[in-house]
């Protein structure tokens, strides 16, 4: 069974940094894509960014240059790298793991971590 856990987030000022890591674990062969969205309460869950196993990206125009996402293939793990971080970027980080095949050949169209809070305040 494959279990996707986030790790980091917290409570930050304006301009400052927090790490987001994400591990996937359990019989993984294979994921195609794993990236992070966001949700503030009373909104749908919005992308923020993604990675592919070639290592192509891609980012919310909101967060681009201030977000960098990489992956560890041979781990399972995605990271995403916040800086700049303002008070709109407020709400809870989900990784997600996408077209995952496992060991013995089951396809899992994905999966999501519980969450994480990250909390910016002015």
């Known amino acids: 069974q494959v279990q996707v856990v986030e790790s980091g987030g917290g409570s930050v000022h304006t301009g400052g940094s927090l790490r987001l890591s994400c591990a996937a674990s359990?019989?993984?062969?294979?994921?195609?894509?794993m990236g992070w969205y966001r949700q503030v309460p009373g909104k749908q869950r919005d992308l923020v960014a993604n990675?592919?196993?070639?290592?192509?990206?891609n980012y919310a125009d909101s967060v681009k240059g201030r977000f960098t996402i990489s992956r560890d293939n041979a781990k399972n793990t995605v990271v995403l790298q916040m800086n700049s971080l303002k008070p709109e970027d407020t709400a809870v980080y989900y990784c997600?793991?996408?077209?995952?095949?496992?060991?013995?050949?089951?396809?899992?169209?994905?999966?999501w971590g519980p969450g994480t809070q990250v909390t910016v305040s002015s």
């Open positions: 997600n793991a996408a077209a995952i095949v496992t060991t013995t050949s089951e396809f899992e169209y994905e999966l």
């Open positions: 359990g019989n993984i062969f294979s994921i195609a894509v």
């Open positions: 990675i592919g196993s070639d290592g192509t990206t």
